[in-house]
């Protein structure tokens, strides 16, 4: 089994054997609620910043003062996903400093985003949470089955998108050209970001199924953590699609 989700594919839960404590659906929602709120609580503290300051009529002084914990949250969450990926035995320590790392960089984008269109990030958080609500309802009444041709085919798309933004990152750093759709808005560009918040979704779907696997497999106790840090990761990247997608929408 296999899921587009990096952190969870098909070797997760292989060669592992409880002997203690073991993986449970409780423990690694109750996680998950964890990971959720540090990443509030962080990413309120950043906004705040920022709100005082471009209150004040200082927009630029105000991103100034964000930005260190926008780059920083994002480099130093990149390093802690990749951390919590191979080393899954450390995920109760890992996980949390992913959530609260995650929190600054995406209250700092969320800030700057809310400045330019105001009540998108309200938008964006109800419509994330939602999606989440209905996807969790559509995968427990067995609506959607993680079928193989399925999971296929949600990991093929989402392979050939995370190609398509490494493609676009390459050509905006050494290069002035950008692949337009990605960026823009207009028909084609509201599509695309349409297209990638459909794949974001349909990951939560293999989510669920690998973390249920994982508690019926007696999986140890530490993968709750993981388990909940793989699902914060989509719902990461659901939300700054769908902030992306309502900002090309209001441009």
């Given amino acids: 089994m296999r899921s587009s989700n990096p952190v969870l594919r098909e070797s997760t839960f292989q060669g592992l054997f409880a002997e203690g404590d073991r993986m449970t659906l409780n423990g690694t929602v109750a996680k998950t609620g964890l990971l959720l709120l540090l990443a509030v609580v962080t990413g309120g503290w950043t906004w705040h910043r920022f709100d005082t300051l471009a209150a004040a009529g200082d927009v630029a002084g105000a991103f100034a003062a964000i930005a260190p914990f926008m780059w920083g949250g994002l ?80 990991v093929a798309a989402t392979g050939a998108i995370v190609l398509l933004y490494l493609v676009d990152i390459g050509l905006r750093a050494f290069t002035s050209i950008q692949i337009p759709f990605i960026h823009e808005s207009g028909m084609l560009g509201i599509g695309f ?49 769908i902030l992306r997608l309502l900002s090309k929408a209001r441009r």
């Fill in 75 to 154: 480099i130093v969450g990149f390093v802690l996903a990749l951390a919590s990926t191979f080393l899954r035995q450390w995920s109760g320590i890992t996980a949390p400093l992913y959530a609260i790392a995650e929190g600054f960089a995406l209250g700092g984008i969320s800030s700057f985003m809310e400045l330019r269109y105001h009540g998108i990030v309200l938008q964006a958080v109800m419509l994330t949470a939602g999606v989440l609500a209905v996807m969790l309802v559509l995968y427990r009444t067995r609506v959607i089955k993680v079928t193989d041709r399925f999971r296929t085919g949600v």
């Fill in 193 to 241: 970001s349409l297209l990638v918040v459909g794949l974001a979704t349909f990951n939560l779907a293999l989510d669920f199924d690998l973390i249920e696997r994982g508690t019926q497999a007696g999986a140890p106790k530490y993968m709750e953590w993981y388990g909940a840090f793989a699902l914060m990761v989509t719902l990461v990247w659901l939300y700054m699609e």
